[in-house]
Every structure is written in C-alpha cells, then in structure tokens.
C-alpha cells in the first residue's frame, strides 16, 4: 500500500500519536476526549458533542434516504504495569519495523484513530451514503459503561454498526458474554494451632472448586461455556488463623442463551449450605463525574452469518483488498450485545491484533491501518445500499 492512497497519512498518523501520548485509564478518558473532539472539528464533522458520560460522538451528514451507519470503539485502555518490560515506553508512540508501538495501540486508539478520519477518506471518494455516527466509548474495559448508557435517540437512530475491538481486518460475528461471580464461604475464626474452636471454610471451597470442575457446561455450535476460579480472598488474612470467612472469584463465559440468573442458579446448586454466591458490582465514575453501579457481566453476541449486513461488509473488505476474509469469532467479550439489545445489527471489523492487546508488547501494524481506511469507503458503500431498519414508536 502506497501513502498516496491516502494523502492525509502524515496527519493521521501524527494524531494516532498524539492518542497514544496521552493515557486514558478507565475513568481518566478525558484529555483523549477532547482530542478526538477537537480532531473532528478540525475536519468538519457536521456535529461534534461529548455526552453525559464521556463519550465522544461525532456525526457526517449525509441522504436521507440511505441507512444511518455508526462506528465505535472505546478509548481507555488497561493499565500498562512496569515500563521496564517495554520495549518502547507505554506511552511513546514509537514507530519501528512497520508498527507503532504502545498502551492502547490495537486496544483500541489506533482504530479510534482511523474511524475519526473517515471522514477525510470519504472526501476522496463519491460514495452516496447515509448519516454516519463514529462513536467513541468510556470504560469498555470495566463492563462497558458508555454503551450501555449510549444516548437512547442516538441508538434509535442508527440502523447498523461496526466495532473496533481487534480483529487484522477480518469479520467478526459473536463471543462469549463474561460474568464475575462472588462465592462467599462462612466459617468460625480460630488459632491455626488449635483448629478444633474453629470452622474452617477452606473445606467447604475445596467442595465447591471440586464440584464445580465437574460441572456439565453449556455449548453451542460454536463455543463452550467456561467457569474458572481467578482469586480467593479471606477475612483475617494471616497464616496462623483460620479464617471466619474466605470469598472466591469465579470468571464464568457464557454462550447466547445463557443469562445471569441462570448461571446464578446453577453455582448456586453446588454450594454448601450457609454459603452464596452473587454477581460483582464495581462503583464506577465517569470523567464527567457521574457515578453508577455496574455489574461485572457483559452479556454474549452472535449474529447470523448469512445476515446481510456481515454478507455486504465481508465483500466489501474483499473487493479491497483483493483476498480472502475470515469470517469467525472473538475470544474475548465486547460492547457489541448493547447496540444488539437496542435492535442495531453489528459486525466487528478492524486492524488492531488480536496477539498484541493487554501485553506489554502492544503495537498495531501500520499497513493493516492503511488497509482498514481504504476499506471503510467500500464498507460504507456497500452498506449504504442495504434497507432501513424498521422502528417503532
């Protein structure tokens, strides 16, 4: 791929820097905020607005008559641990061997990068397309606050979607949902040396861990649903005391079809009597300074592969890039069962890297950018001349 396929590349690659600069913790999105927002006023979104909770939401007029897409991604990231285990600081921007490394590359600024520039890739082309939401999300990473509390006229607005999270600009279609469950286990205090005043809950946990490995999952065609002790946590802490009390963190995956409650009912069935189980809730504030409960469960996502809109975004991917292109799905949860709850059909499509994400080796690929922001015309095209999408109210 050649730079002067895209003759704003030294642009936007200095503003991908830029993103990559400044660190956006989960809570923290602010600074990157207001650049996005300055960016796309710089390059004549027909509206630009940050809404209660932080999310960046740009808007590229367009017919009537064609369907109204949208393009998200979320703009915190994870937090990079120890500098020293980096081949480039975390918050660098440094370009070598093709990449630019960093916190938050494939995970998922340099994608938010390249959606706020569609707009620039639209100019080049005459393609007739519809209105366009890039929509860019807070705290994804802690259960996906900012979609969820997405404006509701906003999502009624939107007829299809594509997500960023990592995907080397293949097409994804589903994951697994994740739910973070509380096992408590009640006990009575005592000296480790004389363990005959006390009531140990260790013994009940091992019970529980044993059953629970047995445990016949759920599957569907595609994947099975997993449960994994993570961490155990007792009450006192100390290596001469058994402890009144020990809690269990249990990360559970679940497929489409399996709720929470469900998942509830069936830990419930293997505890001990006197014991419970409950889903994690984290208290968290947005950069705005709003503060909600949130519970640590990010529902599952499948859509069809014969649905259209995966049918017209895999062509178009194809007919730019002239190859073959997966079709499969993530390993890891994401944001898109909020916009399926609100009626909105969504693809994943982006060239971030699956390998990179989460490690302090992050990076994403340059040419995969490239390839990803001559795509989205052709995306846009072709789902420009697929139906609205039927309201009510």
Known sequence: MMNADLPFWKDFLQFCQKLINTPSLPGEEGPVAHLIQDKMKQL??????????????????????????CFTAHMDHVDPGDPKGWE?????????????????????????????????????????HGDIYIIEVVHEEYG?????????????????AIN?????NTIKIGHRGRIELLVHFGGKAAHAGTPELG???FYKMATFISKLEKLKMA?????????????????PQSSNVIPGQCELTIDWRNIPGEFEGKVVEKVKSLLPEGCNVSVVERQLRTYTNLLFNIKRCKPPFSIDKAHPLV????????????????????PFSTDCQFFMEAGIPIVGFSPGEEKYIHTNKERISLDLMREAMLCYPAIISSLSKLEKRKRSG
């Open 44 to 69: 004549d979104y027909d509206d630009v607005h940050i809404d209660r909770v932080g999310n960046v939401i740009g808007l590229i007029k367009g017919n009537p008559k064609r369907p109204t897409l």
């Open 88 to 128: 480039f600081p975390p918050y660098s921007g440094a370009i070598s061997d093709g990449y630019l490394h960093g916190r938050g590359t494939s995970d998922l600024k340099g994608v938010v990068a390249t959606h706020v520039y569609i707009a620039e890739s639209l100019k080049q082309t005459n393609v007739d």
């Open 144 to 160: 996906g606050l900012g979609s969820d509390y997405l404006d509701d006229g906003i999502k009624h607005a939107i007829d299809y």
């Open 164 to 168: 960023g999270e990592p995907t080397s």
């Open 199 to 201: 009531v140990n809950p």
């Open 219 to 235: 599957c569907d065609d595609y994947e099975v649903s997993t449960a994994e002790p993570t961490t155990c946590r007792t009450d």
């Open 311 to 330: 049918k017209e975004t895999a062509q178009a991917v194809r007919s730019v890039l002239k190859r073959e292109v997966e079709v499969s799905r993530w």
